[in-house]
């Protein structure tokens, strides 16, 4: 038999280190107005990113406020509306974070 024990099934007899560590991605063909297309490609282009990686971020990005906003909906259902002064303090933390986050250079990924 050859280095490879079998033909699909059976283990390597040596360890394959171009598959270590590879993320897992899914490909899809997606149908893209022109326009939107060619804004997409230049804010990929403006972060530094693939146009993959700027739609992966982009998309979680959206997720994770969609996720927090229904949080908030949850917690006010339980507990009652935020004060004016909880979202006026809320609303300081948001801002100080985004400057924080510019001060220390944070950037996004660079791939999906």
Not at 43 to 55: D, I, R, V
Not at 75 to 90: H, L, Q
């Amino acid at each position: 038999m050859s280095d490879v024990a079998g033909a699909f099934g059976d283990t390597l007899s040596y360890r394959c280190a171009t598959i270590s560590g590879v993320p897992v991605r899914k490909k899809r063909s997606i149908s893209i107005p022109p326009d939107l297309d060619a804004s997409i490609e230049e804010a990929a282009k403006k972060a530094g990113t693939t146009y993959s990686g700027w739609l992966a971020t982009t998309a979680r990005k959206e997720l994770t406020l969609r996720a927090g906003l229904a949080a908030v909906a949850e917690y006010e259902r339980d507990e009652g509306a935020f004060s004016e002064d909880e979202i006026a303090e809320a609303e300081a933390w948001a801002r100080e974070a985004v400057t924080r986050g510019r001060r220390s250079g944070t950037q996004s990924r660079r791939t999906a």
